[in-house]
């Protein structure tokens, strides 16, 4: 998405579209990826007034994303029926977290990870995740900027678990509200360093209030790592 105040990859990948066809075009994204936020699996579509292979905008853009330093990769391009919305036709979105749990901070991972130096029991995360899982008002999980029209949101998937230094979260769902993910891994961190219980969990999420909310995790650990389309519209069938 576009950043007041600094680039952002939306902008990057506009202009090389532009240099490559001549259209100032808008580029319209699946999942909302806020400042620091990555991903590895977005899927964006842009409406082009002629129909280029898929292979030739690919190498393109990214032959002008590369002269522009950015740091984006264009993995796969395709034409799609004009019915196709990148994010209104999206029946799933995927997101992992990851939290470096370790004395030590972060070396190579620093800026995609979220530092937590004491020990978090990842199992009594996973645990207490359980209670978010399902058809809830996720009004406590949601940024006081959130423009969707209802809190109400299925969680079909939260997962917690710990590889070696780094416990990760994984998150499915249709879609989530404004800082949902971010906001339901910092509370579900507190219950990590034994600050929360599964009950204090589940309490926080009926009192349909933000200010019940635990701490919001930082952007850093966060990414967007698939997008699901039905069959029928799904561009990797297109």
């Known amino acids: 998405q576009h950043q007041a105040d ?12 532009e240099k490559f066809c001549g259209e100032a075009i808008r580029l319209r994204a699946a999942g ?20 280029w292979p898929g292979d030739k905008v690919r190498d393109a ?12 990769a264009i993995l796969k ?12 036709s999206a029946i799933g ?31 009594a995360m996973h645990e207490a995740a359980k209670v978010l899982l399902g058809r809830h008002d996720f009004t406590t999980f949601r940024s006081t900027q959130c423009q ?17 230094d780094m416990i990760e ?5 249709r879609s989530f509200l404004h800082n949902q993910v971010r906001s339901m891994v910092g509370s579900l961190k507190r219950v990590g360093d034994g600050g929360w219980t599964a009950a204090d969990l589940k309490t926080a999420l009926e009192a349909h209030d933000r200010a019940a909310c635990g701490q919001v995790a930082p ?15 799904s561009p990797d069938r297109l």
């Open 32 to 51: 909302r990826t806020d400042a620091g936020v990555h991903a590895t699996a977005q899927v964006a579509h842009a409406d082009l007034a002629k129909a």
């Open 93 to 123: 979105r995927h997101y992992l977290y990851r939290i470096l749990n370790r004395r030590a901070p972060a070396a190579l991972d620093k800026g995609k990870v979220w530092w937590v130096p004491k020990r978090l029991d990842a199992g």
């Open 77 to 88: 391009a395709t034409v799609v029926s004009d019915s196709f919305d990148a994010r209104f």
């Open 148 to 164: 969707a029209n209802s809190p109400i949101r299925t969680l079909e998937r939260l997962d917690v678990s710990r590889q070696g």
């Open 219 to 233: 952007p850093d650990g966060l990414f967007l790592t698939g997008v699901d389309y039905p069959v029928e519209t």
């Open 169 to 173: 979260v994984r998150a499915s769902a």
């Open 61 to 72: 853009v990214n032959a002008h994303l590369q002269a522009a330093g950015a740091r984006i």
């Open 6 to 17: 600094q680039p952002s990859v939306q902008q990057a990948i506009e202009r090389a579209i």
